[in-house]
């Protein structure tokens, strides 16, 4: 699903953002991917959906080779991808459901069939009666189950979801991250990048952990160590 | 397709204050071409008054038969420089005379016998009426057994050439100065719109949108906004028209054609310009 294999990463200015980093993530496994601010996971997730070049390594991503991937077939790319921020990322201009519809509309997918799909999308997260609503008037934590609608709508394989929880209170984090178990549970993959320890202690997922640029942990190949070790 | 309207007009509704601003630019910056195309179409217009006056006259030899005049004058009409010959006798001459030299009315009425030779008035069609046509016509004229004489003002011909000539350069030059200081106004207004949605681009990538569905709507826009643009300031060159029409001078307006030619070059403008804007952006980020 996703394979990343001895990739480096360059910042522009030089440095590097990756070290050699190899893992494998399989259909529909749920991934946490930590570390402290500046460790490399956005830039991970950041190579996932081809935002960054690779600078070397292989990375592939459901089928596709994203290092060698032309400008144009991107979007084909992230198509077969969610992909969720800290910060939301909805347009401020229209309400959620038009937010979540936006996603279809670019994929061209015909009119007739969005409609439903938005509706069903946004029943799954639990917003269905907040469709009309623009994002203003939602909470954080409703902002971002519009934006896993949204991320969700074209039935991705997987879903990144970069500090999904960053912004949100306690209670709309347990709420979030509940729902992306239940994502998860239904067969997706997802790919959660966080900092927030007491979330990752509290599911048995997998643990990818990061430190400046290297992969220094990995629960699927390494031994379990003592979690209140872990950063 | 259909998206893409939506989507063109929707950013009008959204950021009204902009697009205003756009469209007023655009209109404003093609008023100030648009004014000077009304000074040089109003200069053109007086060159051609000018140039109507352009005329060779062949003087006959006295005696020239009637017939073979004739059939000279229609010789020459055949020529396809020339608009029109017409044949003017000894007579009527005269009586020309007469009637538009009245200061020597007297003198022109004691006359014994008519001095006046008989000619053929020869004028040219519009695109003909320079210096060197003029002259090549003339040189014909002369071949004729029974022409005695072909005057035309050359001195005049020459200078109405030049006159032209720094019409066309100056309208070139100041014309493509202006057009281009429109254009690149209209692009930092369109580079405006576009940087104030890099937010909503770069969530349409997010989620899979191909470069070609981002920038369809971008370019519908700029060629609405550009053709509006250009219809104001057709409209703005109008009032100000009427204006000098009114209090000024007798001025020309642009043809219907020309009108057209205008918002044709604000809608391609706006067009051009988003694609320039957005493709720059696309490629930046």
Redesign the interface.
């Known amino acids: 699903m996703i394979k990343f294999t001895n990739v480096f990463k360059a910042f522009p200015k030089g440095g590097l953002a990756l070290k050699d980093v190899s893992f494998h993530i399989a259909k529909g496994e749920f991934v946490f991917l930590t570390g402290h601010s500046g460790a490399g996971k956005s830039t991970v997730l950041k190579l996932v ?1 081809a935002d960054e070049p690779v600078t070397s390594g292989e990375v592939r991503v459901s089928g596709f080779n994203v290092a060698e991937l032309r400008p ?1 077939d991107v ?5 077969r991808l969610g ?1 969720v921020f800290q910060d939301f ?3 401020e ?1 229209r309400p959620a459901e038009e937010n979540v519809a ?2 279809l ?4 997918a015909r ?1 007739s069939s969005i409609a439903a799909r938005v509706m069903r999308v946004l029943t799954q997260v639990g917003l269905a009666a907040k469709a009309q609503a623009y994002p203003r008037e939602l909470s954080g934590g409703e902002q971002q189950r519009v934006a896993i609608a ?1 991320a969700l709508v ?1 039935e991705p394989s997987v879903l990144l979801a970069d500090e999904p929880t960053g912004n949100l209170d306690e209670r709309a984090t347990r709420g979030v991250f509940q729902l992306l178990r239940d994502i998860n549970a239904s067969g997706t993959a997802v790919v959660m990048a966080t900092h927030d320890l007491d979330l990752v202690r509290q599911a048995p997922y997998r643990v990818i952990e990061l430190q400046e640029g290297a992969l220094v942990y990995d629960s699927a190949v390494d031994e379990p160590r003592d979690q209140a070790a872990t950063p | 397709m259909n998206l893409t309207i939506r989507e063109a007009l929707l950013a009008f509704r959204r950021a009204p204050l902009l697009s205003a601003l756009s469209v007023t630019t655009i209109a404003f910056s093609l008023f100030v071409v648009g004014l000077f195309g009304l000074v040089a179409v109003n200069l053109q217009e007086a060159l051609r008054g000018v140039a109507e006056r352009v005329e060779i006259v062949a003087y006959l030899l006295p005696g020239t038969p009637i017939e073979s005049i004739t059939l000279a004058e229609k010789d020459i009409e055949a020529f396809p420089e020339v608009h029109s010959a017409v044949y003017v006798s000894e007579d009527s001459a005269l009586a020309r005379a007469r009637a538009e030299l009245v200061e020597f009315r007297d003198v022109l009425q004691e006359l014994e016998r008519n001095p006046l030779p008989a000619s053929i008035e020869v004028k040219l069609k519009p695109r003909f009426r320079d210096a060197e046509h003029v002259n090549d016509v003339a040189d014909r004229l002369r071949g004729f057994g029974f022409v005695d004489d072909v005057r035309f003002g050359r001195d005049w011909v020459e200078k109405l050439d030049r006159l032209r000539q720094i019409a066309a350069a100056v309208g070139l030059v100041v014309g493509a100065a202006f057009a281009v200081v429109a254009i690149i106004i209209i692009g930092t207004t369109i580079r405006m719109a576009v940087l104030q949605r890099s937010r909503e681009i770069a969530i349409m990538r997010l989620v899979g949108a191909t470069n070609g569905f981002i920038r369809r709507p971008f370019l519908l826009q700029g060629a609405i906004k550009g053709m509006l643009g250009g219809l104001v300031a057709v409209g703005l060159s109008y009032g100000a028209y009427t204006l000098i029409n009114r209090w000024l001078i007798q001025a020309a307006f642009f043809s219907n054609v020309q009108a057209l030619a205008i918002v044709g070059f604000g809608t391609l403008i706006g067009f051009f310009g988003s694609a320039a804007s957005v493709g720059r952006h696309l490629r930046r980020v």
């Open positions: 959906y144009r979007p084909m790319l992230r198509r992909i990322r909805l347009l201009d936006f996603a509309e670019v994929t061209g009119r949204r074209n």
